[in-house]
């Protein structure tokens, strides 16, 4: 995460390269210290937490589903939509579930990648412990925890009644 910093910087590799381009005439702020750096941030270290296991539901589908699948007449398309799709959909789910809950609590990716100048909960939380509010503290974090649980319910609730349809 930290090595975006050189790279988004005024004077990092990307201006650098838009100016030498010709794209930009001066250097683009908004690269670094602001929410897009946060969410390129949160990409880069969370889009494994969605990958493996997508990949990992994608790799117990079985082959003759596939070739039933092209034997019916379905094109590409159709057998991405009708088979394969809804195959993963506990491996999306399990994706999503792990990087909505890193998402949540990560404090230090929006302290680094915003310059201090963006706030999250993870982060309140942890001022107010360094700050010895631990009834704040505590109030919030159980706050998170049921925003959370409360959105993985939702979640899990919309696959079950996609499943019924």
Not at 16 to 22: F, P, Y
Request: net charge neutral.
């Amino acid at each position: 995460m930290i090595s975006w910093i050189p790279f988004l910087g005024r004077n990092g590799i990307a201006n650098e390269t838009l100016i030498q381009l010709g794209l930009i005439s001066e250097p683009v702020e908004w690269l670094l210290f602001s929410d897009f750096a946060v969410i390129l941030a949160f990409v880069h270290l969370y889009t494994l937490f969605m990958v493996v296991p997508i990949f990992n539901t994608m790799m117990r589908i079985d082959h003759s589903l596939l070739e039933a699948a092209r034997d019916a007449g379905a094109n590409g398309f159709q057998t991405l939509i009708n088979v394969i799709i809804p195959l993963c959909k506990p491996g999306i789910m399990i994706g999503s579930i792990f990087v909505v809950t890193l998402v949540m609590g990560d404090f230090i990716t929006v302290r680094f990648m915003s310059g201090s100048q963006s706030a999250n909960v993870g982060r309140l939380i942890s001022n107010d412990v360094g700050l010895l509010q631990y009834p704040s503290a505590s109030a919030t974090a159980v706050v998170l925890l049921l925003t959370v649980l409360i959105t993985i319910g939702i979640m899990l609730r919309f696959v079950n009644i996609r499943k019924e349809l």
